[in-house]
């Protein structure tokens, strides 16, 4: 019964690290998106995945990049860690779009110091 | 600036109270989604509403999409403690779904 499952639940970053937030689901769904949740913000859409090979942009790519080698597995990557990527990052999966029902998994804690 | 507004971003009620909540852009959405989400948990789909005037109800959950598919509301009879979460809309045009910030729903038993 797992879903969509990511790793880490929690991370502390230093400026400028990097590191990729994984993210797999095991529905068999086509799309696939990443989202941030800011305190108050509601949620933004980073990068999402139509298919395996196929990604593009949301509203805010800026600093990050995604892969989807496969249909089961969508990793977000944040190559130079800034403090303005503190946020809660939501990975969610749905079978043909977003008038389908979207899953999300249960969350990435991120803290950049 | 939020495409998507929602009111009140905070809402504390006694239990058996009805309340409202309301999801207002100036744009117009093909679909639109309501979610409710509890602490260190991915949001939840309630319902999907596609057809502007469309109403659908959820148990004790009412939703509305405006006849103009700009806006919707969310009515909830007789509230339970269980209700207790964040209620997010989110609009969707061509896989580009936009979130509003969410009401912060507190029921007191």
């Known amino acids: 019964n797992a879903g969509v499952t990511q790793t880490p639940k929690f991370r502390i970053l230093k400026i400028g690290q990097s590191m990729t937030l994984q993210c797999t689901q095991d529905?068999?769904?086509?799309?696939m998106y990443w989202y941030r949740q800011d305190p108050g913000m509601g949620l933004k859409l980073i990068y999402y995945?139509?298919?395996?090979?196929?990604?593009d942009k949301g509203e805010v790519p800026n600093g990050y990049n995604v892969s989807r080698s496969t249909t089961e597995d969508f990793p977000l990557r944040l190559e130079l860690a800034a403090p303005s990527q503190t946020s809660v990052y939501f990975c969610?999966?749905?079978?043909?779009?977003?008038?389908?029902?979207?899953?999300f998994g249960e969350g990435s804690w991120l803290t950049v110091v | 600036t939020q495409l998507l507004e929602q009111s009140p971003q905070f809402l504390s009620i006694q239990e058996g109270e009805n309340l409202t909540v309301y999801c207002n852009s100036s744009s117009v959405f093909s679909s639109l989604q309501w979610y409710r989400q509890e602490p260190g948990e991915g949001p939840v789909l309630l319902v999907t509403v596609v057809t502007g005037g469309e109403v659908k109800k959820l148990k004790r959950l009412t939703f509305q999409f405006g006849d103009a598919r700009k806006d919707s509301s969310l009515h909830i009879t007789a509230a339970q403690t269980g209700d207790t979460g964040l209620y997010l809309c989110a609009g969707n045009n061509n896989n580009d779904m936009r979130f509003g910030a969410g009401t912060r729903l507190t029921v007191k038993p």
């Open positions: 995945s139509v298919g395996a090979g196929i990604t």
């Open positions: 969610a999966s749905s079978y043909s779009g977003v008038r389908n029902t979207i899953y």
């Open positions: 529905m068999n769904h086509n799309y």
